[in-house]
T-cell receptor
Framework: GAVVSQHPSRVICKSGTSVKIECRSLDFQATTMFWYRQFPKKSLMLMATSNEGSKATYEQGVEKDKFLINHASLTLSTLTVTSAHPEDSSFYIC?????????????FGPGTRLLVL | AQSVTQPDIHITVSEGASLELRCNYSYGATPYLFWYVQSPGQGLQLLLKYFSGDTLVQGIKGFEAEFKRSQSSFNLRKPSVHWSDAAEYFCAVGPLGYALNFGKGTSLLVTP
């Protein structure tokens, strides 16, 4: 149980294009999902918190117009990198909060490697 | 403010030897603590978690961790390391249902 998927696992795009990354909780419902960014050999940096049916909450320094987050259902959140540039190249990981109430745990997706040329 | 410190950036152990990865936290309330493992190019897999109760927590893959409130620590241990345990290990703390605060990670290398 508690499986989170991400699609695509790897994407290469040209500078200026937009890329959408999907995060799905496969066997549980998640009212809250999180998007992280991870640079090589670094820890995870929280980008935003995504709540089903409401606007995402972005961390300081994260451009909300560049990183569009939509959480349309209890099992799906999407991150769209708009007008991507080479500096947006990174490893993006989502997580979904699930489990018994009072013992909620974050379960992570396998990540999406984005390379912007 | 909450924070997590993993003092060891890299650790090398021989296969079959015991392992201890250190984690210290700073948290204003009752901490909810987690250990995750990440293989290269992969997402994070939950090893174990501590919410309350018994301070010695058992996890998957033969790992365990001990919560010591007096030392603000949550160290991860394994009695006998396997080559497949080589990975990046992250300690995290956070309130339930909210984003986690991660340590910088410890890279484990296992030698033959």
């Amino acid at each position: 149980g508690a499986v989170v998927s991400q699609h695509p696992s790897r994407v290469i795009c040209k500078s200026g294009t937009s890329v959408k990354i999907e995060c799905r909780s496969l066997d549980f419902q998640a009212t809250t999902m999180f998007w992280y960014r991870q640079f090589p050999k670094k820890s995870l940096m929280l980008m935003a918190t995504s709540n089903e049916g409401s606007k995402a909450t972005y961390e300081q320094g994260v451009e909300k117009d560049k990183f569009l987050i939509n959480h349309a259902s209890l099992t799906l959140s999407t991150l769209t990198v708009t007008s991507a540039h080479p500096e947006d190249s990174s490893f993006y990981i989502c997580s979904a909060s699930g489990g018994v109430i009072g013992e909620e745990t974050q379960y992570f997706g396998p990540g999406t490697r984005l390379l912007v040329l | 403010a909450q924070s997590v410190t993993q003092p060891d950036i890299h650790i090398t152990v021989s296969e079959g030897a015991s392992l201890e990865l250190r984690c210290n936290y700073s948290y204003g309330a009752t901490p909810y603590l987690f250990w995750y493992v990440q293989s290269p190019g992969q997402g994070l897999q939950l090893l174990l978690k501590y919410f309350s109760g018994d301070t010695l927590v058992q996890g998957i893959k033969g790992f365990e961790a001990e919560f010591k409130r007096s030392q603000s620590s949550f160290n991860l241990r394994k009695p006998s390391v396997h080559w497949s345990d080589a990975a990046e290990y992250f300690c995290a703390v956070g309130p339930l249902g909210y984003a986690l605060n991660f340590g910088k990670g410890t890279s484990l290398l296992v030698t033959p």
